[in-house]
């Protein structure tokens, strides 16, 4: 069996974290926004379509559009916009679970045509959002990944290292912190968050250790590391590869989202 090596899974994330970077950018170019849901969704299905043949299995469901036809006679609660995705990563060596919160960097000129300092503008730190991320994480990590890009004024921040561990701005692309650093933060910049993240590929890892327990250990903040003790029940109700989902099984991952305030969830299962 084909299997992916641990420097070429990092050196992989850091080519799909540019890809996030560079999407942006061509987006701004054509006057469109992409959305947290939408670049997390087509991260995955990226993933989920280069890395299958590599021992990587990416298996995954999201919310059904208001609208849809509900089983047995029922409605589907509403999940709101900007809900949280649950991803559940299973190694042969370990099991992690992580409670997900996306956030993109906010791109916006001065009057004078200049940019501004960057800032996550859907990051509401003056509310209950991240204490509601930590306590709907249960058993689970609960981290929030940033999708950056080159168009702010500091952008200078993404470039305050190197090899080996960063390789360039656009490795910042996906970049992850904790829960516990963005609740000390009581702000919504770049400036002020950047000092509690890494990008992706050094918070992500495969190996006969458990990455992402060695990168939160030595990430700011006092986040205590959770590993799994068992797969969460979503996980059981996922279709099977390229296998259809009938109507009663869309409902109950469906009704089950709605009550854990989710948009999406991912089961991520790499070989040894």
């Known amino acids: 069996m084909i299997s992916i090596a641990a420097g070429d899974f990092r050196a992989y994330l850091r080519i799909v974290a540019d890809w996030v970077w560079q999407r942006q950018e061509a987006a701004f170019s054509k006057g469109l926004k992409l959305q947290e849901e939408t670049i997390t969704e087509m991260l995955l299905l990226r993933i989920a379509e280069q890395t299958e043949g590599l021992g990587i299995h990416v298996n995954m469901f999201n919310k059904i559009e208001e609208g ?6 029922k409605t589907p609660a509403k999940i709101g916009n900007g809900a949280d995705w649950e991803w559940f990563v299973e190694t042969p060596d370990c099991m992690v679970g992580f409670r997900v919160q996306a956030k993109v960097l906010f791109r916006g000129k001065n009057k004078g045509g200049g940019f501004v300092p960057g800032r996550y503008d859907g990051h509401k730190f003056g509310g209950s959002q991240t204490s509601d991320l930590i306590a709907m994480a249960g058993d689970m990590n609960p981290i929030y990944i940033f999708y950056n890009h080159a168009s702010i004024k500091d952008v200078h921040l993404f470039q305050k290292s190197g090899p080996p561990d960063h390789f360039g701005e656009t490795c910042w692309g996906c970049s992850v ?9 009581k702000s919504n910049t770049l400036a002020a968050l950047i000092e509690g993240m890494v990008p992706w590929h050094i918070f992500f890892g495969i190996g006969k250790t458990c990455r992402t327990k060695e990168a939160m250990a030595a990430m700011p903040g006092n ?3 959770q590993l799994a003790k068992e797969r969460p029940d979503w996980v059981d109700m996922l279709p099977a590869a390229d296998a259809a989902i009938d109507r009663d099984e ?13 948009a999406g969830v991912a089961h991520i299962k790499i070989d040894e």
């Open 68 to 73: 849809g036809q509900a089983a047995k006679g």
């Open 223 to 225: 986040q205590r590391f």
């Open 177 to 185: 912190a904790t829960a516990d650093f963005v609740s000390s933060k």
């Open 250 to 262: 869309r409902f109950g991952l469906v009704e089950l989202m709605a009550e854990r305030r989710l």
